[in-house]
C-alpha cells in the first residue's frame, strides 16, 4: 500500500512579524525517522510571510543511528529546481527524492539562504531530542566548517527565550512513501504539547518498541485556546499582537492535523490556556467550563468523522501562586475536569490531572515535574506523561499500533 506519510511534521507558528532573519546562513535540521520506505519529500514553510522566500539550494542526508553511517545529499528541488522560491503564503511539497530509508535512518536537511531574508513563521521546539536546528556562517556546501551563528542575534526574541526554544524556518513537515501500514499518532494541543517534552519521550518508546510501524506528529501551538483564537494584544505586550497563540483550536484542528494525512489516533491535551487568558487578557465574556466543554466535543466529532480514534485529557494542573487569574480560573478547570469526567464523545480518558497533580494539593503541579512555572512538564514531567499514555495504549489496546 503506497502512501506519503510524515515521518516529521509540526505547526508552523505565525508570529505576524519578522522574528528570524537569515542572510548568508546554513540551516541545518536533524530529524528523529522510524519509517521504511524509498522515497522522501519535504514540506516546505512559507504559510505566513507578506513577500516571497528564496532557498539558494538545500539538501537531506540519512544517517544511521546504530552504525552513524551517513549517505547523501540528496538534492531538495521544487519543480525542477535547484533555488527554491516560495511564494508568500504557500508551503508546497518538494519534488520526491529516491531514497531508500530505513527505521534506523534520521534525517539531516540543510538549506543555505544566501539574500537577507526575513521570516514572520517558524516551528519552534525545546526538548531537542526528536529534532533539532542550528544555524552556520556561509555556504554549506562550499564549507561545511564554517563558525556557528549567533542565535540571538539572527532572532532576538526567539534567541532569547528563557526556556531555551528551538526554531526552524522554511520546514514543517518530511515525508516518506512507505508500503506498509503505519499507525499516524496526532498531538493536538497548546505549549505542553508544542514543548515536546512529553512528545519526545514518548517517541522515544513508541520508536523503540515498533520500528516502522508508528509515527509520531506534533499539533502544538503554545498559548493556543481551543475557543478563541489569539487575543487582541497590542505588540508592546506580545510582538505580532498575539498571532503567535494561533487560530482557535476547534477551526485550525482539520488544517493542522489532517491537511497532508490522516492519524489514526488523536491525542487532545488542551483548555488550560481557555481557563485563564480572558482573565489575564480582560476579554468579555469570560470563558466557561460548559463553552470549554462544548468546544472540546466539537474538536472530538471532527476527528471522530475523519476515522481517527480520539483520546482526550483532563486539564492538568496549571500557574503558581500569586497569579491574578487563579481564583478565578482554578474553579473553572476543576469543573471541565468535571465534566469530562462524566463523559465526552472521545473514545477514551486519560486523567492526567490526576496523574500530575500534587497529593498534598491537588490544584498544583507536582514538584519536580514542571519547569518551575507550575504549569509546562520539564523532563521528569514529561517522562511521566508519555509513561501514562504509552501504557495506557499498550496495556489496553491489543491493536495499536494497527497490523
Not at 512579524?17 to 514553510?45: C, M, P, W
Not at 538549506?111 to 544555524?135: G, L
Not at 566548517?145 to 542565535?151: I, K, Y
Not at 503567535?244 to 484542528?253: L, T, V
Amino acid at each position: 500500500m503506497e502512501k506519503w506519510t510524515p515521518a516529521f511534521s509540526y505547526t508552523a507558528v505565525d508570529y505576524n512579524h519578522d522574528v528570524v532573519t537569515y542572510e548568508n546562513i546554513s540551516q541545518t535540521g536533524v530529524f528523529r525517522n522510524n519509517l521504511k520506505g524509498d522515497a522522501v519529500r519535504l514540506k516546505l514553510n512559507n504559510c505566513y510571510n507578506p513577500s516571497e522566500v528564496r532557498i539558494t539550494h538545500a539538501d537531506f542526508w540519512l544517517r544511521n543511528r546504530v552504525t552513524g553511517k551517513k549517505r547523501g545529499p540528496f538534492n531538495v528541488t521544487l519543480g525542477g529546481e535547484e533555488e527554491i522560491v516560495l511564494p508568500a503564503g504557500e508551503a508546497p511539497f518538494s519534488d520526491p527524492a529516491a531514497a531508500d530509508v530505513s527505521p534506523e535512518d534520521d534525517f539531516i536537511v540543510k538549506m543555505y539562504f544566501r539574500e537577507k531574508t526575513s521570516f514572520w513563521s517558524v516551528c519552534t521546539s525545546y526538548a531537542r531530542r526528536s529534532w533539532y536546528a542550528d544555524e552556520k556562517k556561509e555556504d554549506y556546501r562550499e564549507n561545511d566548517w564554517t563558525f556557528p551563528a549567533d542565535r540571538k542575534a539572527l532572532s532576538p526574541m526567539l534567541g532569547g527565550d528563557p526556556y531555551g526554544m528551538d526554531f526552524i524556518v522554511c520546514l514543517s513537515e518530511i515525508q516518506v512513501r512507505t508500503h506498509e501500514k503505519v499507525t499516524i499518532l496526532g498531538l493536538m494541543g497548546d505549549s505542553v504539547t508544542a514543548m515536546s517534552t512529553y512528545c519526545d519521550s514518548l517517541i522515544d518508546r513508541l520508536y523503540r518498541a515498533y520500528p516502522g510501524l508508528v509515527t509520531v506528529v506534533n499539533g502544538g501551538i503554545s498559548g493556543n485556546r481551543i475557543n478563541r483564537g489569539y487575543p487582541a494584544v497590542p505588540a508592546s505586550v506580545f510582538p505580532g499582537e498575539g498571532h503567535q497563540f494561533g487560530r482557535a483550536g476547534k477551526d485550525r484542528i482539520l488544517d493542522d492535523l489532517y491537511q497532508d494525512f490522516t492519524p489514526d489516533i488523536l491525542f487532545i491535551l488542551e483548555g488550560v490556556n481557555d481557563c485563564s487568558h480572558s482573565l489575564a487578557f480582560h476579554e468579555e465574556p469570560v470563558e466557561t467550563a460548559e463553552n470549554i466543554y462544548a468546544g472540546l466535543q466539537e474538536m472530538i466529532r471532527k476527528a471522530k468523522e475523519q476515522g481517527s480514534k480520539v483520546y482526550l485529557s483532563t486539564a492538568a494542573p496549571f500557574g503558581g501562586v500569586g497569579m491574578g487569574w487563579r481564583e478565578q480560573g482554578e474553579p473553572m478547570r476543576c469543573r471541565l475536569n468535571e465534566l469530562i469526567r462524566q463523559g465526552t464523545d472521545a473514545d477514551d480518558l486519560i486523567d492526567l490531572d490526576l496523574i500530575m497533580r500534587d497529593p498534598d494539593d491537588p490544584h498544583f503541579m507536582q514538584e519536580g515535574m514542571h519547569l518551575g512555572d507550575g504549569v509546562h512538564p520539564n523532563y521528569f514531567g514529561g517522562e511521566k506523561i508519555a509513561e501514562a499514555l504509552f501504557r495506557r495504549w499498550f496495556s489496553e489496546n491489543s491493536g495499536f499500533p494497527s497490523e
